[in-house]
């Protein structure tokens, strides 16, 4: 009996996994470009793919990691690369303590590895996918779901990163194959994912509007992440009040 059982679960753990790689290709097709764009933008400042994969691997979060090969100089301003990128990763306590509840059963060690490999794609797609799981009366995190989808991003982007730092040199300027779009199609394609009215996009439009006014402002700094992260939460909470 209990043999049966641990052969359905690890049956149903697999056909999760399964369905959470399948759920990420179309963001993978966004996700090589960037990669590769990264990866060229590192070989320009003489970075070598052990050197780049290492960081990709370790930090993973694209948005620091565009803006710490932006500031690369020989020797590098660690200092100031570390505390740029530390700015740019806030977002991540936001996407983290949404995700809280979703890991609360989780051991310690189960949900700091599950955050470590948390990013932005994996964050609205299992949010979305667990929004939907509500819906029809499951559990609403699927352990087996996040872990193909999370797994799947993280692998495609190392490589492809790798990969950029390689052949980048090759291409030359792939800026001018508009690998850069890939970025803005990705999130467009995961907000559309997200969707849930005009009043829930409040914020999103808030946010939006007040990082790009900070990025005009202070276009040399990343004081946009913050800025367009604070006012979508006072958004939020506003409504909230007025909803009450």
Partial sequence: MHRNLSIAAERSLLGEIQRGLLAAVPILLGVVPFGLLLGAQAAQKGLSPFTLVSMTG???????EFAAIALWASPPHVLTI???????NSRHLLMGAAMTPALAHLPPRKALLALFFMCDESWAMSMADAARRRAQGLPAFSAGYY?????ALWLVWVLSTGAGVVIGPVLGDITRLGFDMAFPA???????????GMRSALPWLVSLICAGATWHAFPDAAWFVPAGTASGI???LLLHRKSA
């Fill in 58 to 64: 370790l930090n993973f979060a694209g948005g620091s």
């Fill in 82 to 88: 570390v505390l740029v990128s530390m700015l740019i």
């Fill in 147 to 151: 872990t193909g989808v999370a797994g």
């Fill in 186 to 196: 990705v999130f467009l394609v995961l907000l559309k994912g997200m969707w849930k």
């Fill in 234 to 236: 006072v958004t939020i």
